[in-house]
């Protein structure tokens, strides 16, 4: 019984999990490094052209990768405040619907842009002693548009220009997991789910177009955390 004890323990040791527990306590710092992908759960309005709805024509918005930086500070044993602040993704927001004689596709892809959605979560910790060490927050996000561009297909077919994407505020909830390892070093999965929306505008031969779109995207992280 001791050699088997002895041998899990090097197995464990072996695979980078402390078998000591993964202490965390108030006024210790916490930072994730996290590989993300953003799938955005969208939806749009239809386009307004020139003042008027296109029944049946919307937009799309594709996932996009990125790394995801974050810092916690443990207010209490169980609370803390955490400041996420991803690296920006790329997505590529394409149309469809639009009448055939213009000859736009459906899934052409119209605008590129990228975003930028730094956070600020209250979290609470469970567990703040143990192994494995979930966690819950809360908290409000702030999402910047920018090195937007509309395709050559939007500009060849639509005449497009002047694009413009305004901000966005909006709440955003989150869920995580830290595994012990050895040196306050932690395995780290991560699921948030962000509230952003946005309205794209530019004109183009028809008329000035328009359209609401809610991004709304489930960010998906795996990574590690080190305690300080």
């Known amino acids: 019984m001791k050699l088997n004890k002895t041998i899990l323990a090097s197995i464990v040791a072996l695979m980078g999990v402390s078998t000591a527990p993964l202490a965390v306590e108030k006024g210790d710092w916490i930072l994730h490094v996290r590989a993300i992908n953003i799938n955005p759960n969208d939806d749009s309005s239809v386009l307004n052209v020139g003042g008027t709805d296109l029944p049946g024509t919307g937009v799309s ?8 930086l974050s810092l916690a500070y443990m207010l209490t044993d169980n609370f803390a405040i ?3 602040a991803d690296l920006s993704s790329k997505h590529d927001v394409s149309v469809f619907g639009l ?4 000859q736009v596709a459906d899934g052409t892809n119209v605008v590129e842009t ?3 959605p730094p956070t600020l979560f209250a979290q609470y910790h469970f567990n703040p002693k143990g192994k494995v060490r979930a966690y819950v927050g809360a908290g ?5 548009f920018f090195n937007d561009d509309l395709t050559t297909a939007a500009q060849t077919a639509l005449g497009a220009s002047n694009l413009d994407m305004d901000s966005s505020f909006g709440l955003a909830g989150q869920f995580g997991i830290d595994f012990a390892m050895s040196n306050d070093w932690s395995f780290n999965i991560d699921a948030k789910y962000i509230q952003i929306d946005t309205t794209a505008t530019f004109d183009s031969t028809l008329g000035p177009i328009s359209v609401d779109v ?13 305690t300080f």
Do not use: M
Not at 140 to 144: A, E, I, V
């Open 61 to 68: 918005v594709s996932s996009g990768n990125s790394l995801d």
């Open 214 to 226: 809610d991004i709304n995207p489930w960010v998906l992280g795996i990574g590690f955390g080190k």
């Open 114 to 116: 990228n975003v930028l």
């Open 99 to 102: 009448p055939a004689d213009l």
């Open 82 to 84: 955490e400041l996420l």
């Open 140 to 144: 409000l996000n702030f999402t910047l």
